[in-house]
C-alpha cells in the first residue's frame, strides 16, 4: 500500500498536482488576486456596460439582446401578455380550431365569418386561456434556456409539444393582441 502511495504521490508531483504551496507573502498574493479581479471591473467591463447602455438608449436593445432575440422577446411580452390576461376590454375573433389529436388548424375566411357577415368570437374564458397558452409557450422558452433547470425527457417532450401549440396561437392571434 505504501508503494502504491509513494507512485500516486510521485505521478502527481509530475503532473503539478502535488501538495499545494503556500507562500510566506499570502497578504501580498491576496491583494494581487483582488486588483486583477477589479482591473478587468474598471476596463473592459466598464467599457462593455457603457456600450450596451448607449445601444439599448439608442436602438432600444443592446448586442447581448440580438444574441438571444428569442429570450428577448419572450421576456419582453410576458408581462404585457400577463396584464391583458388579467384586464381585458375585449376578446378576440376565433381564427383556429382543434382536432381530436391536439393539432391546431387555422380557419380560412370564409370559415370565420357567417352568411350573415358576422365572425364567431371567442368567449373569456377562451380568450383568457389561449392567453395562458401563449404565457405558457413564452416562460418555457425562458427556462428551457436556464442552464439550472433541470427537465426530465419526458416532462421536457410534454412542454415542448405545448409550446409549439402556444407558439402557433401566437402566430394566429397575433393581430388580435390589442386591448
Not at 467599457?47 to 436593445?61: A, C, D, S, T
Not at 373569456?124 to 433541470?150: C, V, Y
Request: charged share 35%; hydrophobic share 35%.
Amino acid at each position: 500500500m505504501k508503494e502504491i502511495n509513494k507512485k500516486l504521490a510521485e505521478i502527481k508531483s509530475t503532473f503539478g498536482c502535488g501538495e499545494p504551496v503556500y507562500s510566506k507573502y499570502r497578504p501580498v498574493e491576496i491583494f494581487c488576486l483582488f486588483i486583477s479581479r477589479w482591473k478587468y471591473q474598471l476596463t473592459y467591463g466598464l467599457y462593455y456596460k457603457i456600450k450596451y447602455f448607449v445601444q439599448r438608449r439608442f436602438r432600444g436593445y443592446d448586442d447581448l439582446d440580438k444574441w438571444n432575440a428569442a429570450w428577448y422577446i419572450a421576456r419582453k411580452a410576458i408581462p404585457v401578455l400577463k396584464e391583458m390576461r388579467d384586464d381585458f376590454k375585449g376578446t378576440s375573433i376565433k381564427r383556429h380550431r382543434e382536432d381530436r389529436f391536439g393539432n391546431i388548424e387555422e380557419l380560412s375566411h370564409e370559415e370565420i365569418y357567417h352568411e350573415d357577415g358576422f365572425p364567431v368570437s371567442l368567449t373569456e374564458d377562451e380568450w383568457r386561456n389561449i392567453l395562458d397558452e401563449i404565457i405558457f409557450a413564452f416562460q418555457f422558452t425562458l427556462d428551457s434556456d436556464d442552464f439550472d433547470g433541470e427537465f426530465s425527457e419526458e416532462n421536457y417532450r410534454k412542454n415542448y409539444k405545448k409550446q409549439r401549440k402556444g407558439l402557433k396561437l401566437f402566430s394566429i392571434y397575433y393581430d388580435n393582441l390589442w386591448d
